[in-house]
């Protein structure tokens, strides 16, 4: 795609459900990465996708989060047992190689009542 | 530990002018890269320029600049002649080594007054 493609764009989900967040990177792009930016704050990194592999997943809270590549282009974000402290705008990031630039998505803003 | 540094929470600038945003790095290795991004109210977050460890020359991307301090482990993004859409916030953001991942600061918001 033209773009790095997020959806959705808004999820509202209850304490305790699961939630999936998909990102679609740039074709061609190998490396992928997912961010979570709390109000206020600056990006957190979470994820590191070079290929199919995670590459650096330090950044994971806990093991409620896990996130899959299977094919080397889409990648799902996946959170088991939602909390409140999981709201946050969750961004996709992907780049041609891994060592250039990156071009980000518009977020999926995630929102746990 | 923190490794980027965003000192100024928000700064304001008056339209026309320049600005200097700060931020500090820390890091032990020798090969690395500092990049800004801008992120308007809409979410999307917006490459402008980036900076290697080894480049001797300050980086240059239209109206903007990076003041690279090596020794100093600074590199503050300046805007000359700010325009009402530079309002924003800005973030800096470091890459270490042979590391792909990318580590950012808190961010500034910037506020440019007509």
């Known amino acids: 795609g033209a773009g790095v493609s997020q959806t959705p764009s808004n999820k509202v989900t209850e304490k305790g459900k699961y939630v999936e967040l998909r990102c679609d990177p740039i074709?061609?792009?190998?490396?992928l990465y997912w961010y979570r930016q709390s109000l206020g704050q600056g990006p957190e990194f979470l994820i590191y996708f070079q290929g199919t592999g995670a590459a650096d997943d330090s950044g994971l809270p806990n093991d409620r989060f896990f996130a899959v590549r299977p094919e080397g282009s889409v990648s799902t974000l996946k959170i088991q047992r939602t909390e409140r402290g999981d709201s946050a705008v969750y961004l996709c990031a992907s780049s041609l190689t891994g060592g250039d630039g990156y071009t980000f998505g518009s977020g999926t803003r995630l929102t746990v009542v | 530990a923190q490794k980027i540094t965003q000192t100024q929470p928000g700064m304001f600038v008056q339209e026309k002018e320049a600005v200097t945003l700060d931020c500090t790095y820390d890091?032990?290795?020798?090969?690395?890269?500092l990049f800004w991004y801008k992120q308007p109210s809409s979410g999307e977050m917006i490459f402008l320029i980036y900076?290697?460890?080894?480049?001797?020359q300050n980086a240059t991307e239209g109206r903007y600049s990076l003041n690279f301090q090596k020794a100093r482990k600074s590199a503050n993004l300046v805007i000359s002649a700010s325009q009402l859409g530079d309002s924003a916030m800005y973030f800096c953001?470091?890459?270490?080594?042979?590391?792909?991942?990318?580590?950012f600061g808190a961010g500034t918001r910037l506020t440019v007054k007509p």
């Open positions: 953001a470091m890459r270490e080594g042979i590391e792909y991942d990318m580590r």
């Open positions: 890091t032990s290795d020798q090969s690395y890269g």
């Open positions: 900076q290697g460890s080894y480049d001797e």
């Open positions: 074709s061609g792009h190998t490396a």
